[in-house]
């Protein structure tokens, strides 16, 4: 397939006539039941409503033209059915599949990527024996005592992701099991952790693809000597999630071990052992195979051709819009749900690693904007701290809202007539509907100029399937930007140039007697920023 | 005193030329011993290393006109002093002073503003009353035994600020003590904290100056009704933080009252006993008073007129020519430090809801941007995620790193030859360079362009002192730039619109039967969205 440079595309250029007269939220009347109805679209148990876009039919032609015409679905089709769409054309790259939707392609008898989902399944049943051996205890620590807790040891895609469905999905816990988290170098996070457990008690899951991530390694080192230190056998307590032939892919030094595969890029590794392992302990197998059923629907959902009816697709376009079109240079997204507290982390990992790119698939600058700054913390905290800037501020933030229906704990309470669940939603309509229309008032200060883009998603509850949905609509609307821009979004070379100094600065500190050898020139920036900073002994 | 327009500063205009031919970073050779060397300052504890901003000396001169023709530390210091800053000239406003720095100036006889600060230490004798008669079991609970854990029922400023440091103490706690929050209206935020806790050893100190905040008098509810079902006394475990003659001031209702003041704004409120009683109870009375002493002492040093020497004033100058001169829409916070998790979200909240502003301080809508999104999370976390971005993106994010030279815990590991705190700060400073140098490949997928800029701020430990002195540097440089701006900071008008619909909203979805009366027209968008939402019943 050949890919167009994004501004080669024709409807590129009609867009950003129409971007010039593009709809105008602001005043009343500007939201009609037809527009709010009509601009409406469903998936998985999602709605999500976009009338307070600004766009109108004709954007909304264009921007199918648009995806037609960069060939998005197609794209993403080759992608599910195993093409290499992790390379850079003509230049060494990583050349590899980009397959983390086969891990969740196991409903079916014929997967899309038979070879991958049948790796995936393979590891899916090695947990499920793991699981059932902790539940009837043929699997314990040396006392014969069930664990409690498991620690997951890693970092970025090792950590980001299962941690934000961890915190999402906690409810759901089986009783007696928690999960915590080391991902920092800094030596303060493991202690942290560490200062607060019974490690008796608990399973170390390290997670590492490559099994030589230095923050992982060093916090697998401090973890051991703590369960030493504790007068515990480390090869009873420590797993294994890595790439197999990895230097950690040791089955002496771990209780359990399970694979990921380099198809599967870190950042979109949730879904596999990465995320399978701590989430199969707290919520169990059948529950973790809900996120992947919900994930893996999100998936087929995105194979429609149409951007009215296909709800990643659209979401992913409708951010074009306000990033290419109408300059917006980032995206807030915003959960009305405090169990998405680490959601927009998440996210950010995913869509600015993915798409924060400089250089289309066949190597060349790009001319056009690549990725926006992604970031968000839950509302209705957020009303009471950044939305003063969201309403009044100059930098226009679009936002993506996302809320439910239903609380997770029903444990609810209805003051003035409302539940605190209604008064969730209320905000969240009323917040989206403030930025659209804005107020006019005769004190400037009280004033709001509207005409600020927003899409509201709606889930009827946060269950561990929904949690799945979630997470497939926003690894498909990525991968679809990505397509449209006609970059790479799965590699991260731009994390390796700070690998190189860090590592070239390292080997200054360390002393001579323990082989040390000075290499850098004494005037070398590195050397100043050393001395500058104090770290230099 | 006259405020002048940004626009209208001598300055500005020759800045704009200054941008058009900024220093560029990019190469070797850019950054020779002498630059890293001189361009460095240093503050109560804290270095600030800003060789790696895109300035010379020509534009550091600038840009210390430009303080001056804007009268900066002029107007701090009659901020300091009870100057009435919080107001629209010509327009209804607050009209109210701000004396955020009041309540940490009582290590003096001669406090700036005396009434303010005399407030301040009457709250304080009245903590350290309250919290002696916890340690000497003078209060317990019914069975007379000791709290260990205070929830903090609060939201936006009562929550996100004493949250942030909370976290970053936590480190420094008494034994047994520690804290939770509540926040979210999201009946979820309080299920989950309350699931956790032995209620009978927990003070609920519910937080609001208003004593009306929607979200908390709903929480106080939900933890009252919690209280009340495990057989609990809620006057024996609420305690309140409030405005003198608010709803809430009611000594009846709590076991122990503390004040807030309305010249001190929520944001800015971590250090009056907003932040003060959860941390006081956690930290201890003298712990909590070293984050005074630093906020204290670096509201002293922000006081010096030259911007070399002015470490806020300097931090607020060079996100000024970063944001309005280079064009920046964000800033980027990223602390080298596990326990600064949470302190991004606080300064996004303090940062965003002061600066993100439409109108001059006499209502005229600004010609010019006014504050950015401030967004961050910690390193080296991002490193594995979004830092792609930062390297290749298309959009440029200056960052400001936070570090320190020591870990909290010193539970440290050597391997290859460093530490874990040596790696943390050498991926730190790595990170700085390779931003600022980027790198020639000829892989163009390799390649960095460099040029971005940053600034490095290093400490010796995150002690409760540094961590009162970092919250003071950032506290007084949002407050410099909005002078800067000619904006007032000290507002939130931008918050208003959205509880008004949503006030509206709820109406809408209250039964008749209790009262509900529906008002709105069929056709509102408000009724539209709720049908579109699901949530009209």
Redesign the interface.
């Given at each position: 397939m050949e890919y167009k440079d994004f501004v080669d595309l024709q409807a590129v250029q009609r867009l950003q006539q129409l971007a010039q007269k593009s709809y105008n939220l602001a005043g009343s009347g500007t939201?009609?039941?037809e527009r709010?109805?009509g601009y409406?679209t469903s998936a998985c148990g999602f709605?999500l409503?976009y009338?307070t876009q600004r766009i109108d039919d004709q954007v909304l032609d264009e921007l199918q033209n648009l995806a037609d015409e960069a060939g998005l679905v197609k794209q993403f089709q080759a992608m599910k059915s195993g093409a290499v769409m992790n390379r850079?054309i003509g230049?060494?790259?990583e050349n590899r599949q980009v397959l983390h939707t086969a891990c969740r392609d196991i409903f079916t008898d014929n997967p899309l990527a038979p070879e991958a989902t049948s790796q995936a399944r393979e590891q899916m049943a090695r947990l499920q024996t793991f699981l059932a051996d902790l539940d009837s205890s043929v699997v314990t620590n040396d006392k014969g005592e069930p664990f409690t807790t498991m620690v997951q040891v890693g970092?970025?895609?090792s950590?980001?992701g299962p941690r934000a469905l961890y915190v999402a999905l906690?409810?759901y816990h089986l009783p007696g099991r928690s999960a915590r988290f080391i991902?920092?170098?800094?030596?303060?996070?493991?202690?942290?952790v560490?200062?607060d457990l019974d490690l008796s008690r608990t399973l170390i899951n390290v997670v590492s693809k490559s099994g030589t991530?230095?923050?992982t390694?060093?916090n697998e080192?401090?973890v051991r000597?703590a369960l030493a230190a504790a007068g515990l056998n480390p090869a009873r307590h420590m797993i294994a999630v890595t790439g197999a032939g990895s230097p950690m892919d040791d089955p002496e030094k771990y209780l359990a071990s399970f694979h990921m595969y380099d198809y599967i890029g870190?950042?979109y590794s949730a879904t596999s052992m990465v995320g399978g392992v701590t989430l199969g302990f707290v919520l169990g197998y059948d529950t973790f195979k809900e996120v992947l059923r919900g994930a893996h629907e999100m998936d087929v959902a995105a194979d429609t051709g149409s951007i009215r009816e296909n709800l990643p697709l659209l979401m992913a376009m409708l951010g074009i819009w306000n990033h290419n079109f109408l300059g917006c240079?980032?995206v807030a997204v915003l959960p009305?749900?405090?169990?998405l507290l680490r959601f927009p982390?998440h996210l950010?990992?995913c869509d600015?690693?993915?798409?924060?790119?400089?250089?289309t698939r066949y190597?060349?600058?790009?001319r056009?904007?690549?990725?926006?700054?992604?970031?968000g913390?839950?509302?209705?905290?957020g009303?009471?701290?950044?939305?003063?800037?969201?309403?009044?501020?100059?930098?226009i933030?679009p936002v993506e809202f996302i809320?439910f229906?239903n609380?997770?704990?029903?444990?609810?309470?209805k003051?003035?007539?409302?539940?605190?669940?209604?008064?969730?939603?209320?905000?969240m309509?009323?917040?989206?509907?403030?930025m659209a229309?804005?107020?006019d008032h005769e004190?400037?200060?009280?004033?709001?100029?509207g005409n600020r883009p927003s899409s509201?998603l709606?889930g009827e509850r946060l269950t561990p399937y929904a949690m799945g949905a979630l997470l497939g609509l926003y690894e498909n609307r990525i991968a679809f930007q990505g397509f449209c821009w006609n970059i790479?979004s799965f590699?991260?070379?731009?994390?390796?140039?700070?690998?190189?100094?860090?590592d070239?600065?390292?080997a200054e500190?360390?002393?001579e007697k323990?082989?040390?050898r000075k290499k850098l020139a004494p005037?070398a920036?590195?050397?100043?920023?050393?001395?500058?900073?104090?770290?230099n002994e």
């Open positions: 939201l009609p039941p709010i109805s409406s709605d409503l009338s850079i230049h060494d790259s970092i970025g895609g950590d980001l906690q409810r991902a920092n170098v800094d030596p303060d996070d493991a202690a942290a560490l200062a991530t230095l923050e390694l060093t080192q401090l000597q870190g950042r240079a980032t009305y749900s405090q169990a982390a950010q990992q600015m690693e993915s798409n924060g790119k400089q250089v190597g060349v600058p790009v056009w904007q690549t990725g926006p700054v992604v970031w913390e839950p509302g209705t905290n009303q009471h701290a950044f939305y003063q800037l969201l309403h009044q501020g100059t930098e933030v809320g229906r609380s997770q704990y029903e444990a609810d309470i003051i003035k007539g409302t539940t605190s669940q209604q008064k969730l939603m209320a905000n309509l009323a917040q989206s509907l403030a229309q804005g107020r004190n400037p200060n009280k004033k709001f100029s509201l709606i790479n590699d991260q070379e731009g994390v390796q140039l700070g690998k190189i100094l860090a070239r600065i390292l500190l360390v002393p323990d082989g040390g005037d920036p590195e050397i100043s920023l050393l001395r500058a900073a104090g770290c």
